[in-house]
């Protein structure tokens, strides 16, 4: 699912290195290129804006970034979506979301990754079938509910709490729907997207984990990498 592994002080290391203003702008590039440069007609890049304001990301960048997704910018340099996925440590399934402006390194330095920490990048194919394809809306709402209860209205399957967050999982086809319902039931959305959740979580000893999350916290520092999700 991506974020249970995560250490804590993952965002402000990141963000001291610069690494996640390089990723927010290209996530926003993207969801102006798919869905145009409009913020109030484009869900994805309105929630990328707002993530990118959240941490004080430059306003020059997120405009530029719009610019330069919506075709306004011609730089030569054309960000792709890529996916990667193989084995890690002790036989964790994993599955990594790139964007990147140069597919020809991003390949290679995934590969290195994988081999380097005893796991092997495969072919399309080769983990995805220990997922399941999603949507993933993340939101906040005040006051007192039933979580359970919302995600039934919403037509949500599933609904997880995270820190003061809550996590609706819904059917891939039924992300826009979903999360339309959710804002008209007074929740503040902070992500909606498609993800890829475990079917079955693999089965680790703390020592095995130790291993496994080095790697996941690796792949996630990668500068192409955009999201990581394992079966644990």
Not at 23 to 37: D, M, Q, S
Request: proline letters at 3%.
């Amino acid at each position: 699912m991506g974020k249970s592994w995560k250490t804590a002080g993952k965002v402000e290391k990141a963000q001291q290195k610069g690494q996640i203003f390089t990723k927010l702008a290209r996530e926003i590039a993207v969801a102006a290129k798919a869905g145009g440069p409009d913020p109030n007609a484009n869900a994805r890049l309105r929630l990328a804006v707002e993530a990118a304001k959240k941490v004080s990301c430059p306003n020059d960048t997120i405009e530029r970034a719009i610019k330069k997704g919506a075709g306004l910018l011609d730089d030569g340099k054309v960000i792709e979506e890529l996916t990667y996925e193989g084995y890690g440590p002790h036989g964790v399934g994993v599955i990594v979301e790139c964007q990147t402006d140069n597919k020809h390194r991003t390949a290679p330095d995934m590969r290195h990754a994988f081999k380097s920490h005893e796991g092997s990048m495969g072919e399309t194919g080769s983990v995805a079938w220990m997922f399941d394809r999603v949507g993933l809306i993340e939101g906040t709402k005040d006051g007192s509910f039933d979580p359970d209860e919302e995600a039934i209205e919403a037509g949500a399957n599933e609904v997880f709490a995270d820190e003061g967050t809550y996590e609706f999982f819904t059917a891939a086809d039924d992300l826009d729907a979903v999360r339309e319902a959710l804002t008209s039931r007074g929740w503040k959305i902070t992500k909606g997207e498609l993800s890829y959740k475990a079917k079955n979580i693999t089965e680790l000893s703390d020592e095995q984990r130790k291993d496994v999350e080095e790697f996941l916290n690796y792949l996630d520092d990668m500068d192409d990498t955009h999201r990581v999700h394992a079966t644990i």
